[in-house]
C-alpha cells in the first residue's frame, strides 16, 4: 500500500527495549512480509509498488516474484518507524537512497543504526544513485541497474509574472551551479526578485545526484540555500508544496511524468504555478497534459540523465557464497522476467512496461557495481 508523503499515521508509544523499538500498536499500513522487505529511494518507490503488489497499469496484469516469494516494498516517507518481517521490531523508516542503503548495511551486519540493532529486517535497497565514492571492486554490496532517470529542477512563478516564468524556464548548467554555491538568494535571473535555491532533504539521492552534476558541496552547499534543507526532516523529494513563489529545486523526471500521467500519487495536480525547467534547453519530458513520456535527449545526458539501481548484499547473490539466496537473486537478475525486478522487458505483461509507465528508460547498462569494503 502507497503511504507516499502523508505524514505519521496514528501515535506511536515506543521505547528502546534490546535495541530495537517496541510500538504499542502498529503506526500504518505498510506491508509486514514474510518474504523480502524493501526500503529507500523516494524515486523509485511507486514504480517499485507497482510491480511487487500488482499492477494493470499497461493492460495487462503485471506482479514480480520470485518462486512465489513476495516483496513488501516500503514508502520512504510516512509514519516514523516501520515493521518489515514478521519477526522482527519497528525502527526508523529508511527516508531516501542513503538511509536506504545504510539501513540494508546495518541489518546484514547486524548492527546499530539509529539507536536501533537491524537484524536481517532489509533485504534490497532502492537507490536513486550509484555508489560513487563507496565503489569498491571486492565490496559487500552490489548495485544493480533498474531504470534510466533524468534529473532537472522544478520552480514555482505567480502566473502573472511571466517575464519571471520565462527566465527560469531554461537554465544552463552554470547558471544552477551559481544559484547552488551563492551566498545569498539570486537577483539577477529575475531583476529585483531574489530565486532561492531548495534541496531536498540530506538523505535524497536526487539531491546529491543534483549537487554532483552542478558541482556543488552535497553536505555543504551555498548559504542560499535554506539551512533546514540540509537534515533529514528538509523537504521531501519530488513532491509538490514543497516550494514557495520565486523557489527552485530539483527534481526526478520520471517521477514528474508518473504523477502527471497518474501513474503514481499525484502531489503536482492543480498548482499550475509549478513547472518542470529545462536544463540547457532539453526538456525533461514531450507530450502535455496526462500523456507525458521521457524525452530521449535528457535521458541520455551524461551529466542530467541517471541511472537507478537496487541495492542487495553481494554474498546472498553470489552462487559461490553459503548465504546465497536463489529468490533474491534472481530478483536482481535481469533476464528472469516477471521474478525479476530490474527486466526491463518490454511486452506489457513485462515489468519493463510498467517501469515505462512510471517515466523510466531502460539502464545504459546491465552491468554492476560492488560498493562498501565492510557492511
Known amino acids: 500500500m502507497n503511504i507516499r508523503k502523508l505524514g505519521s499515521i496514528g501515535v506511536m508509544a515506543g521505547l528502546l527495549a534490546g535495541g530495537v523499538v517496541v ?3 502498529p503506526a500504518s499500513a505498510d506491508p509486514v512480509t514474510g518474504g523480502y522487505a524493501a526500503v529507500g529511494s523516494d524515486t523509485l518507490q511507486d514504480s517499485m509498488n507497482a510491480l511487487v503488489n500488482g ?30 518481517k514478521n519477526a522482527g521490531g519497528y525502527f526508523t523508516r529508511p527516508g531516501g537512497s542513503g538511509a536506504g542503503v545504510n539501513a540494508l548495511r546495518a541489518s546484514a551486519g547486524h548492527y546499530t543504526l539509529n539507536g536501533q540493532t537491524l537484524n536481517d529486517q532489509v533485504d534490497i535497497a532502492r537507490s536513486s544513485g550509484g555508489p560513487g565514492a563507496n565503489a569498491n571492486a571486492n565490496g559487500v554490496l552490489v548495485y544493480v541497474p533498474y531504470a534510466r532517470d533524468a534529473v532537472s529542477y522544478a ?51 536526487t539531491r546529491s545526484f543534483f549537487t554532483g552534476a552542478i558541482g556543488v558541496s552535497n553536505t555543504s552547499p551555498g548559504t542560499a540555500v535554506p539551512a533546514g534543507d540540509n537534515v533529514a526532516s528538509g523537504p521531501q523529494e519530488n513532491t509538490g508544496g514543497q516550494i514557495a513563489d520565486y523557489q527552485i529545486i530539483p527534481f526526478s523526471g520520471a517521477s514528474w511524468i508518473a504523477q502527471s500521467n497518474n501513474a503514481a500519487p499525484n502531489t503536482i495536480a492543480g498548482d499550475t504555478n509549478l513547472k518542470l525547467g529545462a536544463v540547457d534547453g532539453v526538456a525533461t519530458y514531450t507530450g502535455t497534459g496526462t500523456s507525458l513520456v521521457p524525452n530521449q535527449p535528457a535521458y541520455d545526458s551524461t551529466t542530467f540523465g541517471r541511472d537507478t539501481y537496487l541495492v542487495v548484499e553481494y554474498a546472498r547473490v553470489n552462487p559461490a557464497s553459503p548465504t546465497y539466496d536463489a529468490n533474491l537473486a534472481k530478483l536482481v537478475d535481469s533476464t528472469q522476467g516477471l521474478s525479476s525486478l530490474v527486466s526491463f522487458n518490454a511486452p506489457p505483461n513485462q515489468p519493463g512496461a510498467v517501469k515505462a509507465k512510471f517515466g523510466f528508460r531502460p539502464p545504459s547498462t546491465t552491468a554492476t557495481q560492488r560498493a562498501f569494503a565492510t557492511l
Do not use: M
Not at 502573472?160 to 539577477?188: M, R
Open 23 to 25: 510500538v504499542a500498536t
Open 55 to 84: 499492477s494493470s497499469i499497461t493492460g495487462a496484469g503485471v506482479r514480480v516474484s520470485a518462486n512465489g516469494v513476495f516483496i513488501g516494498s516500503f514508502d520512504a516517507f510516512g509514519s516514523p518507524l516501520i515493521r518489515t
Open 155 to 205: 520552480y514555482r512563478v505567480p502566473a502573472s509574472d511571466t517575464a519571471c516564468a520565462a527566465s527560469l524556464a531554461v537554465l544552463t548548467k552554470a547558471e544552477l551551479t551559481a544559484l547552488y554555491s551563492a551566498s545569498a538568494p539570486n537577483t539577477t535571473l529575475c531583476p529585483g526578485t531574489p530565486i532561492t535555491p531548495r534541496l531536498p532533504q540530506i538523505n535524497s539521492g
